[in-house]
């Protein structure tokens, strides 16, 4: 479907937001972001996922207006931002390395956006205190940069980044420098402060539970700096749009086959019924069907049936909360995880059966 | 460990070599400096010794006051033109290519080879009515005749200009290099148009290394010796010509030896201020 059409639905469902069409930029020969066709609707969190290199953060640079596009438009709420200057965009960003003011308070530094708008006083003093209460650092406008831990920097961040009300809320992996607890914990407070503020926010990072945790809306970006798919989280983990996709969120058994006609496939001589096939696969061509480790059941012996896979346990991985058993089956690998509670009785060297529910096999082209 | 204070003798044996070569070559001279200082002239002879303030007592004189002035205010004048030139100019080489950064330097580093005596006549040269630049604004048509602009207040300040820029862009280009390239643009994405970022945020966050490089280009030209004789007329010949006239020429070394004294406690104690001024700005800010 063209984009200007859409825009078109998007414009009555969603009361519009940030569309970017058919985005290019260059360095040199470096080709950094390709193609890119996006619609970002209105308040809602959304994450640029991929690797690193994937492209992800000169999107968001695009977007902040810190570098232009070599082809494309930019436009929000219908109107072509493409050609503005980065100041007059009135978004708000938190960066990698946080860029706090190392010369300036953490008052002076949430109040900079007020201050250089020449805002009275008393409003950038209300305002500030305001948006301390919000991150939860009061009393602490006095303090210097250098006196704060690394989460503290995060919130003074964040509310430097919010203090002018910005028309959208870009982060470019704020929380990468964190340890993993302080981590989690950021994740949900900034998910629920944007819950709370209702505010267009986009994330970029390279963590898949980060994005599945945090986000409405999901941008998977890959190696060769183009947009893999874009979806709600769980649409993406359960119906991957490619290997890439189905290898970048979470673990996926990977199998490669053949169309075998009507729903189904045959993977190393093995015939197995899938869900849905994609339209473009006919009889003959070769597929790759992608199936998530929690939606295999494992049975100890040998049992015949539908979607069995015959094999042998070559590892147990138990970890407490959950249990992951890697069979060997004539040839290929496949991993399935379960709870303690549905643990199968088998050992390493033991044969057992791995069951694959058809619904569960997602057939992806190649 | 890093940071501790060392604890015995020879945990203080690296610093030895420095602390004779500084006693050597800084303390020593200093104190035979502020001895003779205190000596008395002998008339046709050198000087003998003694311990007399009639030195000090006759540098209170207009001439030495006019000059001393003079001497600190043509020193700070410069340091504020290099500063104000050099600051925006090597930001602009920091954020260039590498090897277009490397270019610039080598090219300010060779500028540092000129003795200043070449200095000195090439702009006495470029400023003269004969052959100097105003003959090409005539040409121009910019003037109506060629004017002679050297010796002069503004011949002087060019040359101790040119002298010290060199220095003022290397003193300032590490800490400059080492800004965070998302601090300008953090600001831009707060509101802030590039002429603001670059004084509230560039300078502001760099404030003690220009307040540094302000301090080193004033101390660095205030012992200009050769280039205030050469390009600026009698009035602004400065207390480093003064000093060298007695001592040379007049071989009243006591005296010379008394103003240089004198005048390193006026540096010093202005230098002293200025970071007690800047330290007292970053309190107030806490």
């Known amino acids: ?366 | 460990m890093i940071g501790d204070n060392p604890i015995g003798v020879r945990a203080h044996l690296p610093i030895l070599y420095p602390a004779v070569m500084l006693v050597v070559f800084f303390v020593i001279p200093f104190g035979i400096m502020l001895a003779v200082s205190f000596f008395q002239r002998e008339p046709g002879g050198f000087y003998t010794t003694d311990f007399s303030i009639d030195n000090y007592a006759s540098l209170f004189t207009a001439l030495f006051g006019r000059v001393l002035a003079f001497s600190i205010f043509i020193s700070a004048f410069c340091a504020a033109i290099c500063v104000a030139v050099g600051f925006p100019f090597t930001y602009f080489i920091t954020r260039m290519r590498r090897k277009a950064q490397v270019v610039w330097l080598v090219i300010l580093v060779s500028v540092l080879s000129l003795s200043a005596v070449i200095v000195a006549f090439a702009w006495s040269l470029l400023l003269s009515q004969t052959a100097g630049i105003s003959n090409f604004f005539v040409w121009l048509g910019l003037m109506e005749a060629p004017a002679s602009w050297s010796p002069g207040f503004w011949a002087l300040t060019c040359g101790m200009c040119y002298i010290a820029f060199p220095y003022t862009v290397l003193v300032l280009y590490p800490p400059l290099s080492r800004l965070d390239p998302h601090l300008p643009e953090a600001a831009q994405t707060l509101g802030a148009s590039p002429v603001t970022t670059f004084f509230t945020v560039v300078v502001g966050s760099l404030r003690s290394a220009i307040v540094a490089t302000l301090i080193m280009v004033f101390a660095f030209t205030l012992g200009t010796y050769l280039i205030p004789t050469i390009l600026g007329r009698p009035q602004h010949w400065t207390l480093s010509v003064l000093i060298t006239d007695e001592a040379i020429y007049r071989s009243n070394l006591p005296f010379a030896a008394a103003m240089s004294v004198f005048f390193m406690i006026v540096s010093l104690a202005l230098v002293g201020l200025t970071m007690l001024v800047g330290k007292g700005e970053r309190t107030a800010d806490r």
Do not use: W
């Open chain 1, 1 to 366: 479907m063209p984009l200007s059409a859409l825009r078109g639905v998007a414009v009555g469902f969603f009361m519009a937001g940030l569309f970017l069409e058919d985005i290019h930029k260059q360095f040199g020969s470096v080709v950094a972001v390709q193609n890119v066709n996006l619609h970002i609707p209105h308040g809602r969190f959304v994450c640029f996922l991929g690797p690193s290199g994937c492209g992800k953060t000169t999107l968001l640079r695009l977007i902040a207006g810190l570098e232009r596009p070599s082809r494309g438009r930019i436009l929000l709420e219908d109107l072509d931002i493409t050609e503005q200057a980065a100041h007059e965009r009135h978004f708000g960003m938190v960066f990698q390395s946080l860029a706090l003011f190392p010369h300036l308070t953490v008052g002076e530094n949430i109040t900079y956006s007020l201050r250089i708008r020449k805002k009275a006083a008393a409003d950038c003093q209300r305002r500030m205190d305001e948006l301390l209460e919000l991150v939860r650092l009061p009393g602490y406008a006095g303090r210097h940069i250098s006196q704060l831990s690394g989460g503290q920097r995060q919130r003074v961040a964040i509310a430097r980044a919010l203090a002018i009300e910005p028309r959208l809320f870009l982060l470019d992996e704020p929380l990468s420098a964190l340890d993993a607890k302080l981590r989690e914990d950021m994740q949900l407070e900034l998910r629920l402060l944007q819950h709370r503020l209702g505010i267009t926010t986009i994330l970029v990072t390279h963590d898949q539970r980060e994005a599945m945790t945090m986000s409405d809306l999901i941008v998977v970006m890959g190696s060769d700096n183009q947009v893999h798919q874009v979806g709600t989280p769980l649409e993406i983990y359960r119906h991957p749009a490619d290997t890439f996709v189905a290898d970048f969120l979470g673990n996926s058994n990977l199998l490669k086959g053949t169309c075998s006609g009507g729903n189904r496939v045959t993977v190393s001589g093995n015939s197995l019924i899938v869900g849905t096939l994609p339209e473009t696969v006919a009889e003959g061509n070769a597929i790759t069907v992608s199936i998530r480790p929690e939606d295999i059941s494992v049975v100890a012996g040998v049992r015949e049936g539908q979607n069995h896979l015959q094999g042998r346990v070559t590892f147990v991985r138990d970890v407490g909360s959950s249990v992951e058993i890697y069979l060997d089956c004539n040839g290929f690998q496949i991993i399935s995880q379960s709870t303690p509670k549905s643990r199968p009785a088998v050992r390493q060297g033991d044969s057992a059966t791995a069951v694959l529910p058809p619904s569960a096999c997602v057939v992806l082209t190649a």
